[in-house]
């Protein structure tokens, strides 16, 4: 014990455990100008590596799909829309009903704390938000209101490093 009095801060901090990865699934809807609509986002965020799955589904089909990590960067499908695009950042795409993020670290800073530009906590729980509503603007310039509320979430340890 002795030994880590001594340790210099930085070293405390690189000690500590990466954040965890987190799977969830939420219920979604939303409300602009346009029209409205609803479904189920189901997401997986690693801030370790930037691993991100998130898949948007409504009406029974697929809205948007992303996939990608820190590495190899990342991808995003809006097949209605026939958005096919690649970033070498989180930041580089827009997605579609959740506020401009940035990065993995900032989506996992949303699932479990609730934080992000126009993003308000409506219930929490032990695990963090429950219901959060987002106010901003859709791609087409619009004001949008998007509600979600989370029905299943997961945390595991973040895996090792190599």
Known sequence: MRALLLLPAAALLSAQAPPPVVRA???????????????????????????TLLEL????????????DAKNGYHLIIPRQEVDQRA??????????????????ALHRLLTEGEGPGVKVTRRDRQ??????????GDNGKELTVWL????????????AP
């Open 25 to 51: 699934q939420y219920d979604w809807g939303y409300a602009s100008p346009d029209g409205s609509g609803k479904g189920t986002l189901t997401v997986l965020v690693d801030p370790g590596t930037g691993r």
């Open 88 to 105: 070498l950042t989180l930041g580089g795409l827009a997605l579609p009903f959740l506020p401009k993020l940035g990065s993995p670290t």
């Open 149 to 160: 509320t989370r029905t299943r979430f997961q945390t595991e340890p973040a895996p090792a």
């Open 128 to 137: 963090g938000p429950v219901k959060l509503t987002y106010a901003g603007k």
């Open 57 to 68: 589904m409504g009406l029974g089909e697929r809205l948007a799909f992303l996939e990608g």
